[in-house]
T-cell receptor, first 115, second 114 residues
Framework: KAGVTQTPRYLIKTRGQQVTLSCSPISGHRSVSWYQQTPGQGLQFLFEYFSETQRNKGNFPGRFSGRQFSNSRSEMNVSTLELGDSALYLC??????????????FGSGTQLSVL | DQQVKQNSPSLSVQEGRISILNCDYTNSMFDYFLWYKKYPAEGPTFLISISSIKDKNEDGRFTVFLNKSAKHLSLHIVPSQPGDSAVYFCAATEPNTNAGKSTFGDGTTLTVKP
């Protein structure tokens, strides 16, 4: 089975611009979650999508948004970029059944630098 | 309010010795705990997990211990190998919450010296 694929791997943007990141989950996985990792900080939960619906949301401003398509692929968008948005953005997929013991499968991430 | 804390940002051990990575949590609702390992330029990968109904789970060189009364868990690696050098994240989930909404700690960077 192919793993979780994130594109692009690296991105450089300037303040005020917007960016779209893409994630293709493992085949058969219906849940896609997005996390932000900044230096010295853990993985901060952004949101989770399941069957094209946002099921859970973290404490991030509305500039961060996402969507999921019928094939479970997901995109994350950040508008009006700020310097503090520079981070590694990780996508994770799972079956999404909610059964205890389920684990996440992560992509390699998109490293976003905002100048 | 950080609900999962890994108070040691880094740990260095000699090859062959034991590595102990610690994790504390504040949310008593958490009922499942996982450890993920992350190498540079790669995403985290699942390592080992434990349910709150257990106090120990073992998988080869890796053992996770859970002390519910202290809200503390630890990951033991015995013996440690240079290939274990990575960032280790502790994560937790609540009942009836999907894995996608896991709460992670800040991570501990383990360095195993040959």
């Amino acid at each position: 089975k192919a793993g979780v694929t994130q594109t692009p791997r690296y991105l450089i943007k300037t303040r005020g611009q917007q960016v779209t990141l893409s994630c293709s989950p493992i085949s058969g996985h219906r849940s896609v979650s997005w996390y932000q990792q900044t230096p010295g900080q853990g993985l901060q939960f952004l949101f989770e999508y399941f069957s094209e619906t946002q099921r859970n949301k973290g404490n991030f401003p509305g500039r961060f948004s996402g969507r999921q398509f019928s094939n479970s692929r997901s995109e994350m968008n950040v508008s009006t970029l700020e310097l503090g948005d520079s981070a590694l953005y990780l996508c994770a997929s799972s079956l999404g059944t909610g059964i205890i013991g389920e684990k996440l499968f992560f992509g390699s991430g998109t490293q976003l630098s905002v100048l | 309010d950080q609900q999962v804390k890994q108070n040691s940002p880094s740990l260095s051990v000699q090859e062959g010795r034991i590595s102990i990575l610690n994790c504390d949590y504040t949310n008593s609702m958490f009922d499942y705990f996982l450890w993920y390992k992350k190498y540079p330029a790669e995403g985290p990968t699942f390592l080992i997990s434990i349910s709150s109904i257990k106090d120990k789970n073992e998988d080869g060189r890796f053992t996770v211990f859970l002390n519910k009364s202290a809200k503390h868990l630890s990951l033991h690696i015995v013996p440690s190998q240079p290939g274990d050098s990575a960032v280790y994240f502790c994560a937790a989930t609540e009942p009836n919450t999907n894995a996608g909404k896991s709460t992670f700690g800040d991570g501990t960077t383990l360095t195993v010296k040959p």
